[in-house]
């Protein structure tokens, strides 16, 4: 399954001119001139990676190299990648393979927007799985921004930001701090409470036994707006579910399942159910001006949002010839997913 997205709309804008001040070391941040893309990069030394950015020499590349999207008068803003944290050392044969969080810093004043992908791109991760990099950068620090899936012994961010700097994070065998609750704790707060809640449909029959039974699933905890950072525009979010794999748009989701009768061992007399598994997807949606930015949530009622694995079971009884949705599905026969899958692929945007 590969599937890419680059959303972004060019706009050539000039932005309010950053801070003269030096900033502090940042580990695996390293500048380069920006006369050609790097395609790879060397750790800095290990500062911590959730200090400031490393200090950016001069450039004189104008500021519209790259697209920018400002209500600000001409000048230079540093836009900084940081390597957050890992789940494990990067490598190209570990299963799964760890996710590595990036979080980013733009140090002007106004958004910025960076939708060029040789001007914001990654190395030495999966491409089949589609991280969702942010296009837009608001002003401030944003962490994390996103995770990518290693597909290498290294996994590198590298921005080129509007300063004409070329910024690289990496992850690898000296560089891979380990992920917790208070790294993770982001920077933009969700107070979301994200579930997916059925309801039986009634029957045409009601006297007579089913043999079938149609449930509605949908979504429910999550508002009609996006959680984007300060000074972007929160859009309408995506939200589908997948039903067996197969991605389901319009919620909410009518599901059809058919009721069989088996013998469970542990049960004492044969039980009626039918099932189906479910995943429930969000890709939340910010703007700035004409420009869209996507992305996958990170806050803590999500997990790793879009990966398969997060998955739960519906599942109905027949109980004394009436269908009942058993929460605790004791009866359903559940299998839960392992292996090295670790694909997110976005729907309907």
Known sequence: MRRGLVVGI????????CSDDAPEAVQAVTSDAATSVPTTSTPTTSTPATSAPAESS?????SSAV?????????????????????GVPSADEIPPPDV?????????????????????????????NPLVPTIFAPGRRSPAFLAVSDADSVSWTIIGPDGQSRTATADA?????????????????PRTPKIEYALVPPADPAATPTQVAVTAQVTGVPASSVCP???????????????GDPVTALPAVIT?????????FAPAQVTTGQASLNYYLVDRCGFGTANSESWPM???????????????????????????????????????TGGQRIRTPVGI
């Open 101 to 129: 969080y990036f979080a980013v810093d733009n140090q002007g004043t106004t958004p910025i927007v960076i939708d060029d992908p040789s001007r914001s791109f990654l190395t030495g991760a999966s491409s089949d799985d």
């Open 230 to 244: 300060a000074g972007l525009e929160p859009l309408a979010p995506v939200i589908w579910l997948t039903v067996g």
């Open 10 to 17: 060019l706009l050539s804008v000039s932005l309010a001119a």
């Open 299 to 337: 806050g803590a009622a999500f997990g790793s949002m879009g990966f398969d694995g997060t998955d739960e079971t519906l599942c109905v009884e027949l109980i004394d010839g009436q269908p009942v949705i058993d929460p605790a599905a004791q009866h359903c026969f559940h299998l839960p997913l």
């Open 174 to 190: 000296t560089h891979a701090p380990e992920c917790t609750d208070e790294l993770l704790g982001p920077t933009v707060p969700d």
């Open 58 to 62: 001069p450039d004189t590349t104008p």
């Open 67 to 87: 697209d920018v999207a400002s209500s600000g008068t001409t000048g230079s803003a540093a836009v900084v990648p940081e390597l957050l944290c890992t789940t």
């Open 257 to 265: 399942l058919d009721l069989t009768t088996h013998q469970e061992s």
